[in-house]
């Protein structure tokens, strides 16, 4: 099965390449170019684009059966004093 791992260079993203391969899954990743070789020494097919782009979207997920999307655990958010997070 062919699984797409989004932000499949971070620290919980390498782990789930780590584990797709574990389970004779192929792992795809969307990657930006400075990271391509990095997830490709994981075993992931490296799918170069930025997730923010339709046609880079498209080109990642044809012929996948999965996907996965390790939460973004870096991303700093401006919150509010009013804030429920």
């Known amino acids: 099965m062919t699984v797409l791992v989004t932000g499949a260079a ?10 797709l391969r574990a389970r004779g899954e192929r792992p795809r990743a969307s990657s930006a170019n400075t ?3 990095f997830v490709e020494s994981f075993g992931a ?8 782009d339709a046609v880079s979207w498209e080109r990642a997920a044809r012929g996948v ?4 999307t390790p939460p973004p655990w870096s991303l ?6 009013n804030s429920s997070v």
């Open 10 to 19: 971070g620290l919980v993203g390498t782990h789930v390449l780590d584990a």
């Open 35 to 37: 990271r391509e070789r």
């Open 45 to 52: 097919e490296a799918i170069v684009g930025d997730v923010t």
């Open 65 to 68: 059966n999965a996907m996965c």
């Open 76 to 81: 700093r958010l401006p919150l509010s004093r």
